[in-house]
């Protein structure tokens, strides 16, 4: 092919899937203004950094980094202090994750020279393209994504490092970013040993993914490996230089990392009960009242259908590993490829099995990174394969996924259609403007109302959560505390409280203190305005 047409196939290729990506979380784009309290932290985060106040770490989190704020900043500046913004600002990471697997693919596909490598390279990575829910969380919310996608790009440099010109800058670069993305959330360290991993193995590889065959007899050979594996660990030192300092800082807390070998039998239950089948698309939740998640009640026949696309997809995981380890005439370059993205499917399981933080469904999300790496695994099919295979094989798996992770979106959908907006103010908007002619400015509520309802009305509604052990940034709480008039929200949507029982409560003078309440209705709130001067 011409150069004129392999960079048209390029560009097209990653035209395709950058609309692709964001055509599928349509839905989520359209209603951003659902978007939950743990992502409305990082958008007032950003909102204060614009103004210059700047934080290591997430407000509230010892453990996790404000950078999905700082990321988020430009986009505000730029289109808005709105949840599309924060949601478009997610987004876009994980569509450059998405490319990058795409150029990785597209690498190997010329490695094996493969016609039309672009498209081979766009074949591999639409498992990043539609997707269950167990990517959803990240691609669509903050504050993960920042480290996903860093984690992501750290195995891509390191993958094209032996055909690049810059060779050791890939390796000292990838394993440095790596070390960064743990730096911006401690998800990250799931893709540590896959990284490393990936460093001892491009160190052997030789010119056009050929693997040093005179290793051992070779001094030239070792040493060159020796300098590739010292330019990794001395990018592998300074990426943690930055892990090192946060961990080391005052206000850290590492968080529950731990591993515990007891949770073995608690975690497999859900594993194959809910949050394996909703990982791989095998069937799909959504919140049918307030936060109440249940399972779709598919038909019996589809049932079957997403049952045998995901595992199938989970079978291409130890055939990659087969064939990386068996099948002839494979460049080392791929070898390595699938060996790193096989992998990734025992790695993640052990840390899903033995990990402390692994509660309910939604811990589906620990099980993120195997749809995340499906595009290492799949090198080795493609090269032995051949693309027009493969994308037979990958029909179902995908398909399955796509259909479960579209149901996911829950009332933002209505069959195969984006659900449309509701013409008018938002509840939030005239929440704001009642309350405003009352003169509050200070608000509690329970945490999945208080925090969504400061973002979206962009600080002109103030709202604490109702414990003070969920505060996550304190000169909210204290605003609200000086306040002689404050509220109290109700929202049945993200709420399971009874108003009447607040209204008691308050009555009382629990919650927000003693003083005069009223009560009344604002589209779907219940409002408690509290006269505590009186």
């Known amino acids: 092919m011409s150069h004129a047409v392999v960079r048209r196939d390029a560009l097209v290729a990653r035209l395709l899937v950058v609309f692709a990506s964001f055509a599928f979380r349509l839905p989520e784009l359209v209603h951003a203004g659902e978007v939950n309290s743990d992502s409305a932290i990082v958008g007032l985060q950003a909102m204060h950094v614009m103004k210059g106040e700047t934080s290591a770490f997430l407000w509230g989190s010892g453990y996790q980094s404000a950078a999905d704020a ?20 997610a987004l876009t990471l994980h569509v450059l994750g998405t490319l990058a697997m795409l150029s990785m693919g597209e690498r190997h596909a010329r490695l094996a020279r493969l016609s039309r490598p672009s498209y081979a390279g766009a074949l591999v990575s639409l498992p990043l393209v539609l997707t269950t829910a167990a990517i959803h969380t990240y691609a669509l919310y903050p504050p993960r994504q920042l480290s996903i996608t860093a984690a992501l790009v750290a195995l891509w440099l390191v993958d094209r490092a032996s055909t690049s010109r810059f060779r050791l800058g890939h390796l000292f670069g990838g394993a440095a970013l790596s070390g960064l993305a743990c730096a911006a959330d401690p998800y990250a360290l799931v893709f540590v040993p896959l990284v490393g991993l990936s460093v001892a193995l491009s160190s052997l590889e030789g010119p056009m993914g050929r693997a040093h065959v005179r290793l051992l007899a070779s001094s030239r ?4 490996v020796a300098v590739r594996l010292g330019a990794a660990l001395f990018g592998a030192a300074a990426g943690a230089v930055p892990v090192w300092l946060m961990w080391r800082s005052q206000g850290a807390r590492l968080g529950v990392t731990n591993l515990d070998a007891s949770r073995v039998a608690h975690n497999t239950k859900l594993l194959l009960e809910t949050c394996g089948p909703w990982a791989f698309g095998m069937t ?60 990734a499917l025992p790695l993640t399981l052990y840390g899903f099995l033995t990990s402390v933080m692994v509660m309910d469904h939604f811990s589906m999300r620990y099980l993120a990174s195997i749809p995340l790496l499906a595009p290492f ?36 959908v209505r069959g195969p259609l984006v659900a449309p907006r509701p013409v008018g103010p938002t509840d939030e908007a005239r929440l704001h403007e009642a309350l405003s002619r009352e003169g509050v400015t200070y608000a509690m509520a329970d945490y999945w109302t208080a925090y969504r309802v400061t973002f979206m009305t962009q600080e002109g509604l103030v709202v604490v959560p109702t414990h003070e052990k969920q ?21 049945p949507k993200r709420s399971s409280e009874a108003p009447e029982v607040v209204g008691e409560a308050l009555a009382k003078g629990e919650l927000c203190g003693r003083g005069r309440v009223r009560r009344a209705d604002v589209g779907r709130f219940v409002v408690f305005v509290v006269d505590r001067a009186l």
Do not use: N, Q
Not at 288 to 299: G, T
Not at 471 to 491: G, N, Q
């Open 471 to 491: 505060d996550r940034y304190r000169p909210y709480r204290d605003a609200f505390e000086r306040a002689s008039r404050v509220a109290y929200l109700v929202d």
């Open 221 to 224: 050979d070792r040493r060159d």
């Open 284 to 343: 799909s939740y959504y919140a049918r009242v307030s936060m109440d998640y249940a399972p779709w009640d598919m038909h019996p026949a589809y049932a079957l259908f997403a049952k045998a696309g995901g595992c199938l997809f989970l079978a291409f995981f130890p055939a990659a590993l087969l064939l990386a380890v068996t099948k002839r005439r494979l460049r080392f370059a791929s070898r390595r490829a699938g060996v790193v993205g096989a992998l």
């Open 377 to 412: 695994a799949l090198v080795p099919l493609l090269v032995s394969l051949g693309p027009k295979r493969l994308a037979w094989l990958l029909v179902a798996p995908l398909a399955a996924a796509g259909i479960s992770g579209w149901v996911s979106f829950g009332p933002d």
């Open 70 to 89: 700082y990321w988020a900043a430009p986009f505000f500046a730029s289109f808005g202090k709105t949840p599309y913004s924060l949601v478009f600002s």
